[in-house]
């Protein structure tokens, strides 16, 4: 098949370079010339795990190229894939001008039947817009489908070509058709394809990240409760989670979500339920929890410091709002560096991925180290932000050796309590008791 992918960030090209891995014929069109540049001389523009050798393959067989005109790009397309952003407008709702921009110039420039699919993450409604907006211009025939993206980043590869689930929406049978010839080779293993109407669709996307937001903010809430009362989050999260009914999975408690897509579309769901005349009072609470949350660490840092920070130095190992990805959209580390910063302190950083991303965000305001142990030289503690591997079981005697004083606050409860308590650190982690040194 011919497809058109309009938007070539993080969903764009993951889904561009999936297609093409299954032999479709793909072009990826994006606004950004230097993006189109370097993705056409083969270099990548994104850390995603497993992505690279998909796209380098592709792109040499020729089933993968990429384009900045729309034009070019949808000319011999049977699908037409818009994956283009959708951020948060002023009061939260999700702003459609990308998407509805480019429904409108599809509409100008079609010349016969095309499949026009709602990747983007896009409120109750939206399909009908896109409609409205290509009909404006275009007389001919054509159907919108809307499917969601349920990829995560840092897994994104695997989740596109072995989704959970696959859910569309469309009234059109000869749209179904064409999606579900499209979509057959990615559920060989019997996960399902979900057929429904265009609204159920648009909203399963935005239920199924909000209920995850809430399965984390009620956890935090329990890791809250849990140092209150004496309790250990990881034996009560071991304790439910081996319930069918609620799982293992989304409980760690930890410094708050972040990430490109559950902060705003928890806003934006509970905006255009407000919208709608009904008040969304879970999700107005799951947004408020997160916003504490991020900040967990800094009133343990404080405390330790008898409320006075200023000149002090820390090491924050982890940028990234998760790991395996160079993501920094709303990542807690961005709001504990501000913090500190506010407060007089200095801070050095280590990520794998995602320093560059940061040094464009907010500059030399902090240091940049080489590797996660430069990081700590000289620092008075050390902060952990995000769970990347490497830190999970890192060398402590260059820890030891690196660090003024022998103190951790790990925002993403990566050791054992037990453990760094017997080498002799002050240990601060979410949900858990604090690990004082052994004298
Ligand atoms: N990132 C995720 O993990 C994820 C997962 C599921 C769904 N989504 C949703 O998918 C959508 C896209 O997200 P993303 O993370 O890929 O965004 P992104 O910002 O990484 O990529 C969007 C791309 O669209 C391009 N663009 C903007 N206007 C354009 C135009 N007029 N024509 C062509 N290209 C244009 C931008 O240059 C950018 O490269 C959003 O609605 C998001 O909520 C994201």
């Not at 790009?73 to 009061?91: H, V």
């Not at 928890?266 to 916003?291: D, T």
């Not at 002090?312 to 920094?328: E, H, M, S, V, Y």
Request: hydrophobic share 40%.
């Amino acid at each position: 098949m011919k497809i058109a992918v309009v938007g070539t960030g993080y969903v764009g090209l993951v889904t561009g370079t999936c297609f093409a891995e299954t032999g479709n014929d793909v072009i990826c069109v994006d606004i950004d010339q230097s993006k189109v540049d370097k993705l056409s001389a083969g270099q990548i523009t994104i850390y995603e795990p497993g992505l690279e050798k998909l796209f380098i393959r592709n792109v040499r067989e020729e089933r993968l190229h990429f384009t900045t005109s729309l034009e070019d790009g949808i000319r011999d397309a049977a699908i037409i894939f818009l994956a283009l952003p959708t951020p948060p407008g002023e009061d939260g709702s999700a702003d459609l001008k990308y998407v509805l921009g480019v429904a409108d110039h599809l509409g100008k420039i079609m010349t016969d039947y095309k499949v026009i699919v709602d990747k983007s993450t896009v409120p109750v409604g939206t399909a009908e817009k896109v409609r409205q907006a290509v009909a404006k211009n275009f007389k001919g025939e054509f159907d919108i489908v809307s499917n969601p993206e349920f990829l995560r980043e840092g897994v994104a590869v695997e989740d596109f070509m072995k989704p959970d689930r696959v859910v569309i929406g469309t009234e059109s049978e000869r749209a179904r058709k064409v999606m579900n010839d499209l979509y057959l080779p990615f559920v060989r293993q019997g996960n399902p394809i979900i057929f429904m109407d265009e609204r159920s669709a648009e909203l399963t996307k935005y239920a199924a990240n909000s209920f995850l937001a809430t399965k984390i903010s009620f956890m935090n809430e329990i890791a809250q409760l849990c140092e209150r009362l004496g309790a250990d989050v990881d034996m009560v999260r071991k304790g439910i989670g081996s319930d069918d009914r609620i799982g293992k999975r989304f409980l760690f408690p930890g410094i708050g979500y972040g990430g490109s897509c559950f902060p705003k579309d928890v806003q934006a769901l509970a905006r255009s339920s407000k919208e709608s005349g009904y008040e969304f009072k879970i999700l107005e609470a799951v947004m408020q929890v997160n916003e504490v949350q991020k900040l967990h660490l800094l009133p343990k840092i404080k405390r330790y410091f008898n409320d006075d920070i200023k000149g002090k130095r820390f090491a924050l190992w982890g940028l990234a709002f998760k790991p395996n990805t160079d993501d920094i959209s709303e990542a807690p580390a961005l709001y504990i560096i501000e913090a500190l910063l506010d407060a007089g302190a200095e801070v050095c950083v280590y990520d794998p991925e995602a320093m560059s991303n940061v040094q464009r965000q907010i500059g030399d305001v902090i240091h940049y180290a080489e590797n996660q142990y430069d990081c700590l030289e000289g620092a008075d503690a050390l902060i952990i932000a995000t769970e990347w591997n490497e830190f999970r079981t890192p060398n402590f005697l260059k820890i030891v050796t690196s660090l003024k004083n022998k103190v951790i606050f790990d925002g993403r409860n990566l050791f054992e309590t037990q453990a760094v308590q017997d080498l002799g650190f002050h240990y601060e982690s979410v949900g858990r008791v604090t690990a004082f040194p052994v004298k």
